[in-house]
């Protein structure tokens, strides 16, 4: 079997060294000979930005055996190469504009040397680049490409010190601005990066710069769809439940089909154990400060409607956090409307592995550490011994523990008890399907007790009793008729209190 491309992000190795991939260069080969020239594409982190640009990188440099049996290996003109100059911040840790100035130098000096450019310390950045891309095209004698890698990185990376970032964007807007003007000697170039800065605070030189990230031309462009996935990894899948692994990590959208994020799946089919392999690379603690600070209400970023306008901007003075949400992977779209004025976005979670990690790691930031892991140990000892009646003070303990803005609606007291039963590492599953409807939460324990949950916001008395006898009138329980104990659980909560005001269970098998 051809080995799987974890991490790979340089193409000349993923095709030499025999790992799978997965054929972007349609896309590649569209962008180069339709469109203009100057393009920018906003991904999430790990979704194939990097192997993108590397793509490219050894497209223009001519190197067409490694390109055998991929869509453009017949259609491109390999006696044609340009000389590239890539520029990538993804390894790059820089903590303030000082440093961001080294790297810039670092990076003129490197590629001066391939052509006998001697950086002139007499001259800013921006003028030393400025000469080499003049020294290149008057050595080479061709127009060249330039590939910026993760544009955004040092931004991002400094986004709480508003100071030393306002100083970051300077330094980069003044290196983007120089590029403007040279026309002449520039044949293509592909920004990547995760957020989309407005042009007027980063890109103002560079109005040429085309945006492809709402395309739909290029929506598949990174990331695997289902087809590629069953396609390329075809021996990888079997015996695997492909309904199970596409809830868990399909789900992501940019208007053509719904995607897998690479890394996510990969993990997945090498250790063949669903876990949040994306969302733990880069735990979003800046996001959640964001959220604790703004006193944002999260129950409303499932199914929240915004307009493209707001989707796309994102500004150091004024961060919206839906915006920043869908640009760094946490929302995606789900429907689009169109409208007289434009278009709007239903945003909601991708997959499930997001869904449970973001809310987990909300619940890490609302809850002292010390009440959610006694929580944790003393509900695993009620669900195991079946002393129901206990279960009661202990989700009334969890739901005054947690922020007012995490409480709202049904669904988010259903996530909120899902994410710490998930916790406890039983077997726990949400909006569970059955032939007559969906059981809020059921969880099974030792594969023989099976407890079904269904919650209700309620407004006043005479609507309590309705969660339990929900569960009868559908028949919830006969999906699991073939366990040993089954346990139906109606818990209803009050809407202004916020509080649980009325618990009933009953033993069904």
């Known amino acids: ?22 054929d972007k260069t349609q896309y590649i080969y569209k962008l180069i000979t ?5 393009y920018f594409l906003s991904r999430p982190r790990r979704f194939g930005k990097s192997l993108l640009i590397s793509t490219v990188e050894y497209l223009s440099r001519g190197e067409k055996e490694i390109f055998k049996n991929l869509y453009i290996y017949d259609k491109w003109n390999w006696e044609e190469k340009y000389p590239v100059i890539r520029i990538d911040f993804g390894d790059t840790q820089v903590r303030n504009g000082r440093e961001l100035e080294k790297e810039l130098k670092a990076i003129i000096i490197e590629t001066g040397k391939v052509y006998s450019y001697e950086y002139n310390e007499e001259y800013t950045i921006n003028r030393n680049l400025r000469l080499l891309i003049e ?29 030393e970032v306002e100083k970051i964007r300077e330094t980069l807007k003044g290196f983007y601005t120089t590029l403007k003007g040279l026309d002449k000697y520039i044949r293509f170039m592909l920004i990547t990066g995760v ?45 695997l439940n492909l309904e199970e692994i596409k809830e868990w990590y399909n789900g992501y959208y ?48 499932d199914n929240i409607i915004l307009r493209e306008n707001i989707l796309e901007k994102f500004d150091i003075e004024e961060i919206k956090i839906e915006a920043l949400m869908f640009q760094t992977g946490y929302l995606t779209i789900k429907e689009v409307y169109k409208k007289e004025y434009g278009q709007e976005y239903k945003l909601g979670f991708p997959n499930k592995e997001v869904k449970i990690s973001f809310n987990e790691n909300i619940l890490e930031f ?50 909120a008890v899902f994410v710490l039963l998930y916790s406890t590492g039983l077997n726990v599953i949400t909006e569970d399907n059955t032939s007559k409807g969906r059981i809020d939460l059921t969880v099974i324990v030792n594969n023989s007790i099976v407890y079904i949950l269904e919650f209700k916001v309620i407004e006043n008395e005479k609507e309590k009793g309705k969660a339990l006898k929900q569960i009868k009138e559908k028949e919830y329980y006969k999906k699991y008729l073939d366990y040993d104990k089954i346990y139906i659980i109606g818990i209803e909560l009050d809407k202004t209190k916020k509080q649980i005001v009325n618990f009933e269970y009953q033993q069904i098998k």
Do not use: H
């Open 34 to 38: 339709e469109g203009g020239g100057y």
């Open 254 to 301: 940019f208007l053509q089909d719904t995607l897998y994020n690479p890394f996510d799946i990969l993990l997945y089919l090498k250790n063949r154990e669903f876990r949040s392999y994306w969302y733990k690379t880069g735990t979003p603690t800046f996001l959640i400060k964001l959220i604790k600070q703004q006193k944002y209400d999260i129950t409303k970023l």
């Open 195 to 239: 957020s989309k800065f407005s042009k007027v605070s980063l890109f103002s030189g560079l109005n040429q710069l085309e945006d492809i990230s709402f395309n739909k031309e290029y929506g598949n462009i990174c990331g695997y769809t289902q087809k590629e996935l069953e396609l390329y990894f075809k021996d990888y899948l079997e015996k």
């Open 366 to 415: 609302t809850i002292k550490e010390e009440v959610r892991y006694k929580l944790v140990d003393e509900i695993i000892t009620i669900l195991k011994k079946e002393e129901i009646k206990k279960l009661k003070e202990k989700l009334e303990i969890l739901i005054s523990n947690i922020s007012y803005m995490y409480l709202g609606n049904e669904a988010s007291y259903v996530l």
């Open 135 to 163: 020294k290149i095209y008057e050595v080479s004698k061709k127009q060249m490409i330039i590939l910026i890698d993760e544009y955004d990185k040092p931004i991002l990376d400094n986004i709480e010190k508003k100071k």
């Open 1 to 22: 079997m051809r080995k799987l491309p974890i991490g790979i992000s340089d193409f000349k190795k993923l095709r030499e060294e025999n790992f799978i991939y997965v």
